[in-house]
């Protein structure tokens, strides 16, 4: 069953069925642990320990039966990441990366690939729509600037960015929920996950994200 948010955003009962029992086994293994979710908001936000789950990143693929829908899972330790899982089901593929260790694709060691021009990079986008304002002008300049760009691929993108197969990701209005989960991704790979004016993320950050395989 697809339903739509206050928003007009869509959400399925895959969405919270697979969140809810995300937060259960959790909330038996770490019970002081906080949660932050997509579908049922925060508990304990303001814990050591907090973990950021969406478990459709990009329903709207998975509503349309396009594979590259995955499922995100992040932990942060006094708001700085240390854990973060893409899964994309579908596919059978699975990016883990942790703090000071070097990111895994389905067990194997992974590794951003050299880009030292933006002329040369591969740029991926979700959708250029969802710019607003002088945002949209900023990511027309990237855009205009990159050698070849790609939308569509959700969470997706950041997975091909840390092995190496795309260099650029340029996004805007995201939550903490979507990016937690990927900088650890990223970094571990060799690359950087940061907002606009080149800060690390936490869960506080506007949501406006890059992340780079040349850093």
């Not at 942790?98 to 067990?107: A, I, L, S, Y």
């Not at 760009?149 to 805007?172: H, K, N, T």
Request: glycine share 10%; proline share 6%.
């Amino acid at each position: 069953a697809v339903l739509d948010k206050p928003d007009d955003t869509p959400v399925t009962i895959a969405d919270r069925e697979a969140e809810a029992a995300m937060r259960a086994e959790i909330a038996r293994a770490y019970p002081a642990h906080g949660i932050v979710g997509e579908e049922y908001g925060a508990e304990r936000p303001e814990a050591e320990y907090v973990w950021f789950l969406d478990p459709i990143d990009g329903t709207k693929s998975f509503i349309a039966g396009l594979p590259l829908f995955g499922t995100l899972i992040g932990l942060a330790r006094r708001g700085a990441p240390i854990l973060g899982i893409i899964d994309h089901p579908a596919l059978n593929e699975r990016w883990i990366g942790m703090r000071g260790r070097q990111t895994q694709f389905n067990g194997a060691p992974v590794h951003c690939r050299p880009c030292a021009h933006i002329q040369d990079a591969q740029l991926f986008s979700t959708d250029p729509e969802l710019f607003s304002g002088g945002e949209r002008e900023a990511f027309r300049r990237v855009r205009a600037a990159s050698k070849r760009v790609r939308y569509g691929a959700d969470c997706y993108a950041y997975g091909l960015v840390a092995s190496g197969f795309a260099d650029l990701v340029v996004e805007s209005d995201l939550d903490a929920t979507d990016f937690m989960a990927l900088a650890p991704v990223i970094d571990g790979a060799g690359g950087a996950l940061r907002d606009w004016s080149g800060a690390a993320l936490t869960p506080t950050s506007t949501g406006q994200v890059i992340a780079v395989g040349d850093q």
